[in-house]
């Protein structure tokens, strides 16, 4: 790991979380309708802040100032979600949903509880329809490592549901799509909890990966889709022994505006950043991600 990648990637980090904390508003909920009826992507939305800044937290990599920029924006998540009574209501209100407490975990890993909702998802993990839920295989290790967080045990057939993902069946590298890519990177997201616990991705997946994540990264920066790209050099410093990739991340870093904004390399962003919010808020909560984790293995690394 060359410290130019590491510079480079605490730049994209920094950049990226500033601009997340100048469009903070842009991620507020709306208060006049009733919780249940608040749109899956704005909760979606405030949900992906919270785990970037929870990460930066978490990784505790960043200077003095944007660190503070993400203790902002986790305490303004956090209120947005009313101190996770929001999330509370939201699942009494719909019990079979795993959304709530999916959300809720991002706020336990930055050390912020709610024990009632804690007992009420302990409750229903402990259900029978807790073990069929009709969700694709990678969102059910989502909601495992919600509950992971929460102190609740994995399944016993966690192997099984692990070989169900497309990672898990390790396919012919070249079958590849952006929709199977998107579920392989949140594969290893679940699994290692975010590059906490490497260990926690198979040894398998984990050869499977080294030998063919390079080419797929080569593939996603030439076609600039700075979205997945970075999703992808998550899913690298997850692993055991990360590659890097130096140059998809010089690739990465011209991409970004100079007020922080990664565009998703897919549509044109517009130069207000008002109107360019809606289709590049998560590449810029991508490439937060990406760069903390990055600098945080490397500096464990060298360590």
Known sequence: MDTTTVRRAQQVADQALGWLGAMRTAFALPRDVPHWEIDGEQLKA?????????????????????AQAADELLDF???EFDSGDL????????????HP???????????????PLEALAAHLAGLRAARVPE?????????????RRMGLPDPPDLADQIALTW???????????????????????????????PEGLPAELQEYLHRWL???????????SWDLLGELLITDVCLSEPDWHPQAWERLAAAQRADGM???????????????????????IVAAVAGTLTVSRALAVAS
């Open 46 to 66: 405030l949900a992906e802040l919270a785990l970037s800044a929870a990460i930066t937290r978490r990784e505790a990599v960043a200077g003095p100032r944007t």
């Open 77 to 79: 998540a956090w209120r």
């Open 87 to 98: 999330l509370y209501e939201l699942q009494r209100h719909t019990p079979p949903a795993t």
């Open 101 to 115: 407490t999916e959300i809720y975990s991002h706020f336990v890993m930055a050390g912020l509880h709610h024990p």
């Open 135 to 147: 969700h694709v295989p990678n969102r059910r290790l989502a909601v495992l490592a919600a509950r």
């Open 167 to 197: 990672l898990g069946g390790t396919p012919e590298p070249w079958m590849l799509d952006t929709y199977n890519a998107y579920g392989v990177t949140h594969t290893v997201f679940h699994l290692t909890d975010w590059g906490a616990a």
């Open 214 to 224: 390079p080419v797929w990264v080569e593939v996603f920066t030439e076609t600039r």
């Open 262 to 284: 990664l565009p998703n390399g897919l549509t044109r962003a517009p130069d207000d950043p008002a109107a360019a919010f809606r289709n590049h808020h998560h590449p810029t």
